[in-house]
């Protein structure tokens, strides 16, 4: 592993983003350099302190939630899915939990999953009926031999578990995908699609770190579709030596590219978040002519507290509760021409 060194080269803004800090004593990773079609900028290295909270999107409640949990002294396992519930039971949020927009066939199907210090990982995929899909998968992680549980399967045995079930669809959803229906056209939209499906990675005070994912996936997709939200290493991937990833966007091109498992290993070698972010979305449109028609967004966090966000187009997100401090703010993108 080689060792870098930072010159914390600091302009700090309001919650304590360092932009432009300059790495010394390194040279880029030849393989990932190969691979990348990100430009190379300096590096950056974003200080700050812990605990910590950061997400996707512009989750303010679900932020406060698991910071509130962070600072009564609480794991970041419990942060993150107590920060992770808020959003499932907005039902005006339509790409998580209850008021997700449905499939083609009008079903609202979750996937989640989470991930602890330990390394543990529980997740739920194509689940209906259920709104709390973080908690089912905290349970498959706990209360189970297994690590994934599907459908009709997740469904029972979030019932056994105590969970109640309900209808997902709210009238606001069933009448977007009504008006879908008209055209039926299948298609992404960037930043429109998914709005607000949460990844979010925690540092309690102990320093350990957990992260959530959580998503009614692409809206209108076809039925039995699953996205990179609920799989390890490519929704989120979590490593408490290391770091923690998740990503954001369209799904199947960070399924293909393992993205999160890819940042956290990039960390590994010595890349701040911010820069395994970029080399990661870098995999992506390196290989992929399309990108201009699609968003993807990482956010990540290492063992410091330092964090990165990165994503193709303009428009995305990160949230972070830090030092008292909630704040969405827009991270660099790659697609600079829009
Ligand atoms: C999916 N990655 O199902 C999810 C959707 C998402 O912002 O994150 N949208 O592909």
């Not at 919650?15 to 300096?42: H, Q, R, W």
């Not at 499932?88 to 449905?102: C, F, H, K, M, T």
């Not at 194509?126 to 549980?149: F, G």
Request: charged residues 25%.
């Amino acid at each position: 592993m080689k060792r870098r060194k930072f010159i914390q080269n600091t302009s700090l803004s309001s919650f304590g983003i360092v932009a432009g800090a300059t790495v010394i004593g390194c040279k880029e990773n030849s393989d990932t350099a190969k691979t990348s079609s990100v430009p190379k900028e300096k590096d950056t290295v974003v200080k700050t302190t812990i605990p910590i909270v950061i997400a996707t999107w512009n989750v303010h409640d679900s932020t406060a939630k698991a910071w509130k949990v962070l600072e009564q002294g609480k794991s970041s396992l419990d942060a993150i899915e107590q920060g992770c519930m808020v959003e499932e039971a907005n039902a005006e949020g339509q790409s998580v939990g209850i008021g997700g927009l449905p499939d083609r066939d009008g079903n609202v199907t979750l996937d989640a999953c989470i991930m602890n210090k330990e390394g543990n990982y529980g997740a739920v995929v194509y689940m209906q009926n259920i709104k709390h899909a973080i908690s089912v998968a905290r349970k498959v992680m706990e209360d189970t031999p297994h690590v994934i549980l599907a459908g009709k399967g997740a469904e029972q045995f979030a019932v056994s578990k105590g969970f109640k079930k309900e209808n997902l669809l709210t009238d606001a959803s069933k009448k977007a995908w009504e008006k879908w229906k008209k055209t039926s056209q299948y298609k992404p939209v960037i930043n429109i699609e998914n709005h607000d499906t949460i990844g979010m990675l925690a540092i309690d005070k102990n320093g350990d770190i957990s992260g959530g994912c959580t998503t009614s996936g692409l809206s209108y997709k076809m039925a039995g579709r699953v996205g990179d939200s609920p799989i390890i290493g490519s929704g989120l991937f979590v490593d408490n030596e290391v770091g923690a990833a998740t990503a954001t966007g369209l799904g199947e091109e960070v399924l293909k590219t393992v993205g999160s498992f890819l940042i956290v290993e990039l960390m590994r070698q010595g890349m701040s978040p911010q820069k395994a972010c970029e080399e990661a979305i870098g995999r992506i449109v390196g290989k992929n002519q399309n990108y201009e028609h699609f968003q993807v967004g990482y956010i990540a966090i290492n063992k410091k507290g330092e964090t990165g966000a990165y994503s193709i187009h303009d428009g995305f997100y990160v949230t972070t509760y830090v030092n008292d401090k909630n704040e969405s703010t827009k991270p660099v993108f790659f697609n600079k021409k829009g």
